[in-house]
């Protein structure tokens, strides 16, 4: 398979158009000042230009934003459609589970409907004779069914104990040969498992975790890999570091930012997801209008991780925890916050026009660092595959590489 191909037709394009997709809207607009790439003066000014009607439209139908940058940025658009057309060349026609697998209708009882279809899709690709190692395992839901579809002996790497227990519970009362390890795959293996052949599996694995998997691979006798990658921003480097020959000497640097952008792309979930991140974003926005005011600084202060829980109280209690969270002392009361909670709404319109600009890069990135993998073991001496192995109605993460080492191939 040709992935050096597609690698250089992305690289060239989020090189070209590298001030667009590291351009911050949230961050720039809030303290009110507009300011964007001065090279795409125009492409920004038809945003601002834009009808709420018109960026609902666009928010929603990718090709309505497509009309926009026919006329402006017609160079952005052909390169574009090319890369979503070498996206959809990876989609499979059979993305089912195996004909000849049957399962008891009991056998995914527990397991959300969406997932379940996942986990079939992912296990009609995985075709190995040797016991498998699946990482990140869970309660074993995947590594169940691979032990039925594949006939094999299935280790499960896991580092929630509790887990675990769970899972070899179902695996014992199923009477499928799994063992699990409570682990941490960060860590060396166990000794046991480092010298026992094996395929290994990982879905949607986040970050540094479907890296381990691939560099364990790499560094160790394993005949091939099935892997999703998921969540390519958790990862401890504030620059991304390739792995493939070819990617080291891109050119191309992506920050932590650039990462997270590749999984923004939210295309599951109903209306009441949606609805709780439009909330958390208008009130983080409100939060960043009042913060500028009470500490006399006009910058942007980062603001961790929210519990929802915290969206269920009103617009004061989460500031109030937000400033707790970054060691700034809260308004008195004489200060209206909700006066800032309506700014806000004013502020993400205009956020949310410049935030279509990020829409042709999203997928492009995230095309970028699984090609980067897929190199990477080219590189050392795997045959690969890339696949999209369900619809990205089903999860927006549908990557998988699968890749044998060549018979005569030995470990670094």
């Known amino acids: 398979m040709d992935l050096h191909t597609p690698f250089q037709l992305i690289n060239g394009y989020l090189i070209r158009y ?114 498998i190692l699946d990482w990140c395992s869970g309660k074993g839901h995947l590594a169940r069914l691979l ?18 227990d769970a899972g070899a519970k179902m695996a014992m009362d199923q009477e499928l040969p799994l063992s699990f390890h409570c682990h941490d795959v960060l860590k060396p293996l166990p000794a046991a498992l480092h010298q026992k052949a094996h395929y290994s599996t990982a879905l949607h694995a986040c970050g540094n975790l479907h890296l381990a998997v ?33 990617g080291k000497n891109s050119g191309l640097q992506l920050t932590r930012d650039d990462l ?49 829980s915290r969206l269920a109280g009103d617009f004061q209690s989460f500031c109030d925890w937000c400033f707790t969270k970054k060691g700034v002392a809260a308004p008195s009361s004489s200060i209206a916050v909700e006066r800032y909670l309506e700014q806000a709404q004013t502020v993400l319109i205009d956020i949310r026009k410049f935030e279509l600009i990020h829409q042709p890069f999203k997928r492009a990135i995230e095309l970028w660092l699984i090609l980067d993998r897929c190199l990477y073991l080219q590189d050392n001496g795997f045959k690969v595959g890339l696949t999209a192995f369900c619809d990205r109605q089903l999860t927006p993460r549908n990557l998988l590489i699968n890749a044998q080492r060549h018979q005569h191939s030995p470990a670094i």
Not at 284 to 304: K, M, S, T
Request: with cysteine; proline share 6%.
């Open 147 to 164: 032990a039925v579809s594949q006939q094999v002996e299935v280790d499960c790497l896991e580092f929630d104990q509790g887990l675990c």
């Open 18 to 131: 590298q001030p667009l997709f590291q351009y911050r809207p949230f961050r720039s607009l809030a303290s009110g000042r507009v300011s964007y790439p001065d090279a795409f003066d125009a492409l920004f000014k038809s945003l601002q230009r834009m009808t709420v009607q018109q960026l609902q439209c666009c928010e929603s139908n990718p090709k309505a934003f497509d009309a926009l940058l026919a006329d402006i940025e017609p160079g952005l658009l052909d390169l574009y459609i090319q890369i979503r057309q070498f996206d959809q060349s990876l989609r499979q026609d059979d993305c089912e589970s195996p004909a000849n697998l049957t399962v008891d209708r009991f056998f995914h009882t527990g397991i959300p409907g969406r997932k379940w279809q996942q986990i079939k899709a992912f296990a009609a690709q995985v075709d190995t004779v040797e016991p």
């Open 214 to 246: 691939i560099q364990h691979a790499v560094k160790h006798s394993i005949s091939g890999l099935s892997v999703s990658p998921c969540c390519y921003h958790k990862v401890p480097e504030q620059v991304y570091m390739p792995l493939s020959a070819i």
């Open 260 to 308: 997270a952008l590749s999984v923004a792309e939210t295309v599951t979930g109903g209306n009441r997801d949606r609805l709780a991140r439009e909330k958390e974003r208008l009130w983080r926005l409100g939060f960043d209008l009042l913060q500028r005011q009470v500490r006399g600084v006009d910058e942007y202060l980062a603001v961790p991780s929210v519990p929802k």
